[in-house]
């Protein structure tokens, strides 16, 4: 085989791929887009805290993912949680939600969290920074940050609400784990 | 530093050992690689252990490295926990006495290997642990061993979502009985009574037992005990008279020091144990302290393990304790194993990954995401499985020559493999835990890849034969006068229960023969 069929062959067979992956995304498909193509966390930048005014664009993201509404200062103070705790000991989140503050300052053209919560929505949405990450996505977003934001921040921002008592409290529990409280209450229903 | 007896590693068998000898009035220098975590931050680590961070992890990661060779890779990540109280820092409490016939498998069976002691000869070490631990548990499970007491604590009532286990498993005639934990049920030693924090694996009340809590306490109260943390030793040296005549330590730093022991106890669990004495290796034992037998790193077996689960159109509300109250040991005994292992059943409390991952894997925002969790959370059940392991030749602890750790030794080399015996049993317990699964009306059965308990054992094994062992049935080695080696790594066959508790038994009959022999006039 010469250098050139090879080459022809190469992108044959990627263009193949490539429409493959869009017509047909079986879950293993997806998953194969995902583990080639997914950003991922830089394991090895430092950890420490977010600057008061990153924390509240990460916390003014959160809102418009999880609530029609700004959050509550019991809310704010899962989220606020979740993001130090995150940004401290786990690698590669503080860079994370930097740039996640940064790019939405920058597309806010001013302090995310200083929009009223109707902008923000629609800066999210205009955006697409949200979690519904397709197939085609992967291929089509050039660039990396904002998938990034898609798909390593917005999930975990999310996950940080639903792990808080607040986000334990939407399904209905008095106590969320990590609370310690009434023993025998897992001896019956909740509620 | 001159000393009675030095006890490498602070775990569940050294920390207990010391407990126990200082008790008798022997004095005890404990070595504990790992450091010592403060009580005080145990609130900090839970929070962590939430987030998903191990906050066990050793700061020193350079001596956490391990490389794993066999047909399943084998992980200590998650799976040990280096600092004083060892593995009983993260552990789920469950609380087991072997049965007797775990004790017979060759004799009933024609598998595996005898032990070269009975259940009654552990049976009154078992009380005795079960007193210093605080167990809770009842009486109530028709395949569990003969006991000569009643548990320390009541059991902790069954759960909510047990009632579903319990109706369908009684309907195919299987016995679901309270599981044992060593978790107050009631204020017990000094320890407040659990209040379902539901992160057991950083308990912040200090509720479940863990030993830096129960035994190191005590030892170092004695006056009697000097611990010191963040030492690892290094080598043990023999004398002409094929005794530890020293064992060398150090400290991050690497600066050496020694220990000048009458009796030494190596209790760093199965795996540093045995890399110890191939590391320790000499003129006198070219292949490794106290393996003449050549044994000393083999048959090493953990607990292969599955899950089974499916889901309700009923809530059975998880999460709101971090441990299991029912479990079922029927299939851990009888005839059948003669073809394939015995297995436990755990009837998990919380069979589903946490509301907050549910939510952020079902990439869903805003009000459609709040439906989805109320509509999908809270209606999963699932039956956990372990199963036991045959000792097999093939599965060891070794040195690997290619990695190193922060003193320039070779890691612990893993090779661990899954033999026919343990599949067929593993293949039984899904159709069991499906079946029961079925019976509560749960759709959609599923199984998960096998896995592995954070349990390791064998490699010292325990036997009357010097050929066949590494030590005796009181836990010294066969070729070294002075050396003892207690944890799991001395157990000759893997059993499907848990293994702390009988590592607490042994370690406490080893330190009564230990006691004797001190008090002994030279």
New interface residues.
């Given amino acids: 085989m010469t250098r050139r069929q090879f080459v022809a062959a190469c992108l044959v067979f990627a263009t193949g791929f490539v429409a493959l992956a869009l017509a047909w995304p079986l879950p293993l498909t997806r998953r194969i887009i995902a583990r080639l193509l997914a950003p991922r966390l830089d394991r090895g930048s430092d950890r420490g805290r977010l600057s008061p005014d990153e924390m509240a664009s990460a916390v003014a993201f959160a809102e418009v993912l999880v609530e029609d509404r700004p959050f509550t200062e019991d809310e704010r103070g899962g989220v606020v949680e979740h993001i130090a705790e995150r940004t401290e000991h786990h690698p590669g989140y503080l860079a994370l939600y930097r740039m996640t503050a940064a790019l939405l300052d920058r597309h806010a053209a001013t302090r995310f969290a200083a929009l009223d919560h109707r902008a923000r929505t629609r800066l999210v949405l205009a955006r697409r920074f949200l979690p519904d990450v397709r197939p085609r996505d992967y291929l089509v977003t050039f660039d990396r940050r904002e998938l990034a934001v898609r798909v390593l921040a917005a999930p975990d921002l999310i996950e940080g609400f639903y792990d808080s008592p607040a986000g334990w409290a939407t399904i209905g529990y008095r106590q969320s784990p990590g609370r310690c409280g009434d023993l025998l209450r897992y001896t019956r229903p909740e509620g | 530093m001159d000393t009675a007896v030095c006890i490498v590693g602070a775990g569940a068998a050294g920390s207990i050992m010391a407990a126990e000898l200082t008790r008798r009035g022997v004095d005890v220098v404990v070595l504990e690689a790992g450091p010592r975590h403060d009580f005080a931050r145990r609130a900090e680590y839970?929070?962590?252990f939430?987030?998903?961070?191990n906050p066990w992890r050793a700061p020193l990661t350079a001596l956490e490295r391990h490389t794993s060779v066999g047909a399943v890779p084998y992980t200590l990540e998650w799976n040990r926990v280096r600092g004083v109280g060892g593995g009983t820092l993260h552990w789920e409490g469950y609380a087991f006495r072997f049965h007797p016939d775990d004790f017979r498998l060759r004799t009933l069976y024609a598998v595996g290997e005898d032990w070269p002691l009975t259940y009654a000869d552990l049976e009154p070490y078992y009380r005795q642990a079960e007193e210093s631990l605080g167990v809770a548990g009842a009486a109530d499970d028709p395949w569990g061993p003969p006991r000569s007491s009643a548990f320390p604590l009541p059991a902790f009532?069954?759960?909510?979502a047990d009632r579903f286990y319990r109706e369908a498993a009684s309907a195919l005639g299987i016995a679901v009985a309270h599981m044992p934990q060593a978790r107050n049920s009631a204020a017990y030693d000094g320890r407040a009574?659990?209040?379902?924090?539901?992160?057991c694996h950083a308990c912040?009340?200090g509720a479940k037992a863990s030993v830096d809590l129960t035994h190191i306490a005590r030892a170092e109260a004695s006056g009697r005990a000097t611990v010191l943390a963040d030492v690892s030793a290094l080598r043990l040296d023999v004398d002409a008279s094929d005794r530890v005549s020293t064992v060398t330590f150090a400290g991050h730093d690497g600066k050496r020091r020694q220990v000048t022991p009458r009796i030494c106890v190596v209790a760093g669990g199965a795996v540093e144990t045995a890399r110890l004495l191939l590391l320790s290796a000499s003129t006198r034992f070219p292949t490794g302290l106290a393996n003449r037998s050549g044994l000393v790193g083999k048959y090493f077996m953990s607990h292969p393990s599955i899950d089974v689960t499916g889901r309700l159109t009923e809530?059975v509300?998880p999460?709101?304790?971090?441990f299991s109250?029912a479990t079922s040991r029927q299939f851990a005994v009888g005839a059948a194993r003669r073809t394939r292992a015995g297995f436990f059943l755990e009837f998990l409390?919380s069979a589903e990954a946490?509301?907050?991952?549910?939510?952020?894997?079902s990439?869903?925002?805003?009000?459609e995401?709040?439906e989805h969790?109320?509509e999908r959370?809270?209606r999963s059940l699932g039956v956990r499985v372990y199963c036991e392991q045959l000792p097999e030749l093939r599965n060891s602890v070794s040195l690997d020559p290619d990695a190193r750790d922060h003193f320039g030794d070779p890691v612990p080399r893993l090779t661990w493999n899954v033999g026919a015996y343990e599949g067929a049993a593993l293949q039984a317990a899904r159709g069991v835990a499906t079946r029961i699964l079925e019976g509560t009306g749960a759709l959609g059965v599923t199984t998960t890849a096998m896995r592995y308990a954070s349990h390791q054992m064998g490699t010292h094994r325990m036997g009357d034969d010097p050929r066949a062992s590494v030590v005796d049935g009181n836990l010294r080695a066969h070729d070294v006068a002075n050396l003892y080696l207690v944890g799991a790594g001395c157990f000759v066959t893997g059993t499907p229960s848990p293994p702390t508790l009988t590592i607490a038994a042994l370690a406490i009959r080893a330190a009564d023969h230990i006691a004797t022999l001190i008090r002994r006039p030279a």
Avoid: E, I, M
Avoid at chain 2, 50 to 53: A, C, N, R
Avoid at chain 2, 193 to 199: F, H, I, L, Q
Avoid at chain 2, 319 to 322: D, E, I, S
């Fill in positions: 839970a929070r962590r939430l987030k998903g961070d009532p069954f759960s909510h009574r659990c209040s379902a924090c539901t992160v912040p009340t809530r509300y999460y709101r304790t971090g109250t409390n946490p509301l907050g991952r549910q939510a952020a894997w990439a869903k925002w805003g009000a995401l709040r969790v109320r959370f809270g």
